[in-house]
């Protein structure tokens, strides 16, 4: 299993920006992705997760400003982001859940990660 993110940079506040995931080796439209982040000496946190496209969930700290979305056929998952503010500050992993009916926020419920974009928000 393969997950390639990108999509990240270098923004001002209030910018917007989109990630995505690009996911190989499974059968990416049965199982549910998330993504999440890490700012610079903190620890991993969940940002969202989506199994079929009317089932997502998000950190209550981007809820509102950030949605994401999946193309099964296209096996790719995308993270867009608006009202983008500095403490948005961190790298950001996609994660693919081998679990179908729930969603997964916790990262011990993935079990593929990808290597990460960097978002940077400047204020």
């Known amino acids: 299993v393969q997950l390639q993110a990108s999509g990240g940079g270098l923004v001002q506040a209030g910018d917007s920006l989109r990630l995505s995931c690009a996911a190989s080796g499974l059968t990416f439209s049965i199982y549910v992705m998330g993504w999440f982040r890490q700012p610079p000496g903190k620890e991993r946190e969940f940002v969202a997760a989506i199994w079929r496209s009317d089932m997502s969930t998000y950190a209550d700290s981007v809820k509102g400003r950030f949605a994401i979305s999946r193309d099964n056929a296209k096996n790719t998952v995308y993270l867009q982001m608006n009202s983008l503010k500095p403490e948005d500050t961190a790298v950001y992993h996609c994660?693919?859940?081998?679990?179908?009916?729930?969603?997964?926020?916790?990262?011990?419920?993935?079990?593929?990660w990808g290597q990460g974009t960097l978002v940077t928000v400047s204020s």
């Open positions: 994660a693919v859940a081998r679990k179908v009916g729930s969603l997964a926020v916790r990262t011990e419920e993935y079990d593929y």
